[in-house]
């Protein structure tokens, strides 16, 4: 009974008029969700408003259509046309979040430069100190094997002397 | 049908055809009763509908009314300058005044100022000089006289 007095209120033509305040787009919308015969009688509503509007309406010139669709294809084309010039940055972006799982060396082709993940600058310190240690061990045994041969060579100078 | 015109491009123009088929005759009428001159409605409606069906994908995920309301606002809002506060209470009627003939002087001038130009029940009230729950009256009594003349 009381939602038939809310359905007669004029409340859900303010609401389809669209000068609804915001306190009643909600009373509105919790009405729609909660009384299914003020959900059906609101639909009735709103598809009788466009019924009206039907019967007002005007019968365009033709050619139209011809000119919304030529003006959203240029829309269309401007789009793709900003997508392609931020695509190679988005892949770059995109590219960086997954650094850290994939592990690999990106190149640009057209770029003289080189981007690395950074998970490569450990590895190339490592390679770096490595190299150090075996540089100077190389040296110290290189050294260690000169002195040892010059020990033997003396060894052999003072072994003939004693056989003589 | 709007997502499959934003992301489909082979289903487009038969989703824009079909909408302009539907849609555009109502809207033309509906600009026509803002704006009062053919030609200019031409423009905006070729104007409207297009920003309509670019923007649409964020309209239709936030809508709570059917296509034609939505649509109907959308237009209303891209209308500002026709449908600013000063503007002129009693416009002259549309080119195609469809049931409007059944209304009184007072309804019409009601119906019109709220339907074509978005006046707020407190705006007419102050304007007209007489209760809000008389105009909210009136609105509903107009609505009622032309859905019962479409056998509702």
Redesign the interface.
């Given at each position: 009974m009381e939602i038939n007095k809310i359905i007669?209120?004029?409340l859900m033509?303010?609401y389809?008029?669209?000068?609804a305040t915001k306190e009643e787009?909600q009373q509105v919308?919790s009405l729609k969700k909660e009384y299914p015969a003020f959900k059906e009688a609101l639909e009735?509503?709103?598809?009788?408003?466009?019924?009206?509007?039907?019967?007002?309406?005007?019968?365009?010139?033709a050619g139209?259509?011809s000119?919304?669709?030529h003006?959203?294809n240029e829309?269309?084309r401007r789009n793709q046309a900003v997508q392609t010039t931020f695509e190679p940055k988005y892949r770059h972006e995109k590219s960086e979040q997954e650094s850290s799982q994939e592990k690999y060396i990106q190149v640009e082709s057209e770029s003289n430069q080189m981007r690395v993940n950074k998970a490569w600058k450990w590895i190339f310190i490592a390679v770096f100190v490595l190299g150090k240690i075996f540089l100077a061990g190389a040296i110290y045994f290189y050294l260690e094997n000169r002195q040892a041969k010059e020990q033997i060579k003396e060894l052999k100078i003072e072994l003939k002397q004693k056989i003589r | 049908m709007f997502k499959a015109v934003s992301n489909n491009?082979s289903a487009?123009?038969k989703d824009?055809?079909w909408f302009?088929d539907q849609y555009?005759?109502?809207l033309?009428?509906?600009i026509?009763?803002i704006v009062q001159n053919?030609q200019k409605?031409?423009e905006h409606?070729?104007a409207i509908?297009?920003s309509f069906?670019?923007d649409v994908v964020i309209l239709q995920e936030k809508s709570?009314?059917?296509i034609?309301?939505e649509l109907?606002?959308y237009a209303?809002s891209k209308l500002t300058l026709f449908t600013a506060k000063d503007h002129q209470l009693k416009p002259a009627p549309?080119?195609?005044?469809?049931?409007?003939d059944l209304l009184d002087d007072l309804q019409k001038q009601i119906f019109c100022a709220?339907?074509y130009h978005?006046?707020?029940?407190s705006y007419l009230a102050a304007a007209i000089g007489c209760d809000e729950s008389e105009i909210?009256?009136q609105?509903?009594l107009s609505?009622d006289k032309?859905?019962r003349k479409?056998g509702?």
């Open positions: 007669e209120s004029g033509e303010t389809v008029m669209g000068i787009v919308l009735q509503l709103e598809y009788d408003m466009e019924v009206l509007a039907q019967s007002m309406s005007i019968e365009p010139p139209t259509l000119k919304i669709e003006e959203i829309i269309q | 491009p487009e123009p824009i055809r302009y555009a005759p109502m033309l009428g509906y026509n009763g053919h409605s031409e409606l070729v509908l297009t069906v670019k709570r009314l059917n034609w309301l109907r606002q209303q549309p080119l195609n005044k469809g049931r409007l709220i339907y978005g006046k707020s029940i909210r009256n609105l509903k609505i032309m859905r479409s509702n």
